[in-house]
């Protein structure tokens, strides 16, 4: 005989789950991938739905890249014949400051927002190499 469990809810908990969920325990900062090469790093973050209308990148007086997004999406269809249990607004806010290695070339840096992807790239310092050529006296 297998043992059985009872809840102690007089409510489905079908209908529990789908009228009680908490969207905002589900959020979590966006992914961010960070790729490098001899030239620079390239910095992704990722966040669907993304306009750079939304997006601030700076350099604070520390020398650190913040990170700034606010999207602001409202989901409106007015149908006078219905009404609503339940409507959404989403209003998501980032914010973070990354500490830059030294090598980056602060003057440098460019971002851009393509298919939901801000790209920030931070360039390397060029180092010049010097080359010395001379003669060396033998004694």
Not at 63 to 82: R, T
Not at 127 to 139: G, L, N, P, T, Y
């Amino acid at each position: 005989m297998l043992p059985v469990m009872f809840k102690n809810s007089w409510f489905p908990t079908v209908f529990d789950d789908f009228f009680n969920t908490d969207i905002t325990t589900q959020r979590t900062a966006p992914a961010v991938n960070v790729k490098v090469d001899e030239k620079a790093y390239t910095m992704e973050v990722a966040a669907p739905g993304l306009k750079k209308e939304f997006c601030r990148v700076s350099i604070n007086d520390e020398g650190n890249l913040n990170i700034a997004i606010e999207n602001k999406l409202e989901h409106k269809e007015e149908d006078k014949k219905e009404h609503y249990l339940r409507r959404e607004f989403s209003y998501t806010n980032y914010q973070q400051a990354y500490t830059l290695p030294k090598d980056v070339d602060k003057n440098g840096i460019s971002a851009k927002v393509e298919d939901g992807v801000l790209t920030i790239v931070l360039p390397k310092v060029q180092k010049d190499e010097v080359k010395v050529s001379r003669h060396i006296d033998i004694a």
